[in-house]
Nanobody, 120 residues
Framework: QVQLAESGGGLVQAGESLRLSCAAS????????MGWYRQAPGKQRELVAT???????NYVGSVKGRFTISRGNAKNTAYLQMNSLTPEDSAVYYC??????????????WGQGTQVTVSS
């Protein structure tokens, strides 16, 4: 009943920037937190950045100072601004949302992912 749609991925050169967007829709009462994760071929999926309903953020060490996670004016949106991209940032980026329904049920959902490729 809940869908997450990511967008903004693409092919860029090292040093350039991208901004990823995530929009949640469906049976949503409240989103308690959202995050971005990434997975490169042959590697584990890793947390990139998260943001709570209270605005607290955390980042994996390799992106600190370069990436910024934020919530949009629309409550069910999240963004990941990625600056100074390097080839090691190349991966499929997934949006994750922790959602509370009007019935009190809490669940998390994943988007289908958006490809980010950074050339050297």
């Amino acid at each position: 009943q809940v869908q997450l749609a990511e967008s903004g991925g693409g092919l860029v050169q090292a040093g350039e920037s991208l901004r990823l967007s995530c929009a949640a829709s469906g049976s949503i009462f409240r989103i308690s937190g959202m995050g971005w994760y990434r997975q490169a071929p042959g590697k584990q999926r890793e947390l990139v950045a998260t943001i709570t309903s209270g605005g607290n953020t955390n980042y994996v060490g390799s992106v600190k100072g370069r990436f910024t996670i934020s919530r949009g004016n629309a409550k069910n949106t999240a963004y990941l601004q990625m600056n100074s991209l390097t080839p090691e940032d190349s991966a499929v980026y997934y949006c994750k949302a922790d959602i509370l329904s009007s019935r009190g049920s809490s669940s998390y959902y994943w988007g289908q992912g958006t490809q980010v490729t950074v050339s050297s």
